[in-house]
């Protein structure tokens, strides 16, 4: 936005529309506005489905099938996503922005940061559209939602998720999460359909080192307040670590679950 153009503009007005003009303006208020929508959505469904602290200990999923129903949970899942995984994109996205706010700058063409979240975005609403048919297929090989063959399913969510954290590709997934600069420099692109791919190859990566994470909300609760915020807290620290460890204490821990799951699936208890 030139400065001719702000001219009739109050002082504060003008210094927002600066602001709102400028690649990282754009960018802050992006990573804003769809984490809240998120945790928005997630706080209406949460009022018409009930509290969702009381699904701390859920591990069900057994139900009829109705279009309803898998509607609702694609809908939760999708809301899931924004809520967990665009912070965590947040220093991907600003460091885009950051990029691209240099370019300006120097009067280089740019795209703006939302097509890149877009793209991102576009990864993540896939996934939770798949997971939420995995969940649904569940549900029905559940049964009548025995606790025990919950508990056990539960288990090998948690076991798996947590023996991923050890994989090769998880961590280099996780290296491109960490290291979004050298991606973009590399990778740079100056059109609308370039940097959607960006953000399509970004949200890849993210994929690649979250979706495991992400699955034990299935065996959780998908409505289950606590360990959404958990979870997104984790992701994110883990991708502004410097080292392995967190990967790998946090797959211990899951693991850990795991076992504790499966040991109450064969005994009965809790």
Known sequence: MSDHALISLSVPAAQLARLASRPRGIAISCIFLLTALGWSALALMSVESGSPWAAICHQGWAGEITVAGVTLLAGMWVAMTLAMMIPSAAPMILTYAEIADTAARKGDAIVSPFVLTAGYITVWLGFALVIAA?????????????????????????????????????????????????????????????????????????????????????????????????????????????????????????????????????????
């Open 134 to 270: 995995i969940q649904t297929t569940a549900g029905q090989l559940a049964g009548d939602g025995n606790p025990a063959v919950s508990r056990m399913v539960a288990g090998l969510i948690f076991g798996s998720a947590g023996l991923y954290q050890f994989s090769a590709l998880k961590h280099a997934c996780l290296h491109q999460c960490r290291h979004p600069f050298q991606f973009f420099f590399t990778n740079w692109k100056t059109t609308a359909r370039g940097v959607f791919g960006l953000g399509i190859r970004q949200g890849l990566f993210c994929l690649g080192c979250c979706w495991a994470a992400m699955t034990v909300m299935a065996a959780l609760g998908v409505m289950n307040i606590v360990w959404m915020v958990v979870l997104g807290i984790v992701m994110i620290v883990e991708k502004l670590a410097a080292s392995r460890w967190p990967s790998y204490a946090i797959g211990t821990g899951l693991i850990a679950i795991g076992f504790g799951f499966m040991v109450l699936g064969t005994t009965g208890n809790f």
